[in-house]
């Protein structure tokens, strides 16, 4: 992970990229290193960047028409959120999923989810709702499956952080974050799956609404369920096959 800052000349024609590396586009200086990682997190969710691929650091900066320092700084955002791995004999490959790991995620969420749920459904706030309430319809009219993702994730932030639980949150949202290769997998595999997930949000914020535990909670976990069923299937699918598929969720 290792290269010489490359100066950023956005006025100069766009490099092809790298062998081994797409061209994923010139990201804008001025928000480098947020538009890199945003950038990279989309390609790895939506396979442009399989399970596996080696990202070098001077590579990545070509294809991207930034400097080495905001690609430096957005692996290291991107290994803290699972979706690079790092060791000293393969420097930097996007995180490759599995059946194991997308069971291991599940069932933890599926642990957490009543208690985050019984703490949430006490402590959310009208204006928390609303932003839920707000993500939601996004997610209705969002055109773009890897956007979809990315709402999904700031959609169930919010309840994580209305359980006031801060051990709680940051066990859910690492799941969360590493559950996006997962999410992706499940609305590429299901043309359903997405419509289901969207009538589930719009519940899941009726029922905090409502201040009706119950139904918060199997609003939830059947929501979890879904997900992991049709993820499960989907990689079921791609290990009998010769096809290699890298992560969504």
Do not use: C
């Not at 949202?173 to 719009?202: C, E, F, P, Q």
Request: proline fraction near 6%; glycine fraction near 8%.
């Amino acid at each position: 992970m290792s290269g010489s800052s490359l100066p950023s000349l956005p006025s100069r024609p766009v490099p092809k990229a790298a062998p081994g590396v797409p061209g994923l586009g010139p990201s804008p200086i001025r928000t480098a290193y947020t538009t890199v990682t945003d950038r990279l997190r989309k390609a790895i969710i939506a396979g442009e960047l399989p399970g596996g691929t080696r990202l070098v650091q001077t590579e990545l900066a070509q294809s991207l028409s930034v400097s080495v320092t905001p690609v430096r700084e957005a692996l290291r955002n991107l290994m803290s959120e699972g979706l690079v791995d790092y060791s000293p004999f393969h420097g930097a490959t996007v995180h490759q999923t599995s059946r194991a790991e997308l069971e291991d995620i599940y069932e933890l969420r599926s642990v957490l989810i009543p208690l985050a749920v019984r703490e949430g459904v006490k402590n959310i706030t009208v204006a928390e709702l609303d932003a839920a309430e707000q993500l939601a319809r996004q997610m209705e009219a969002e055109t773009d499956p890897i956007g979809w993702v990315e709402l999904n994730r700031e959609f169930h932030k919010v309840f994580y952080v209305a359980s006031r639980r801060p051990k709680v949150y940051e066990l859910l949202v690492t799941l969360a974050d590493l559950s996006s290769l997962y999410v992706g997998l499940s609305i590429s595999g299901d043309a359903k799956r997405r419509a289901r997930g969207d009538d589930d949000h719009l519940e899941i914020v009726r029922a905090y609404r409502a201040t009706d535990l119950d139904a918060a909670t199997k609003i939830t976990l059947a929501h979890n369920l879904d997900t992991l069923e049709v993820a499960r299937a989907m990689l079921g699918e791609i290990d009998g096959g010769s096809t290699s598929v890298a992560s969504g969720d």
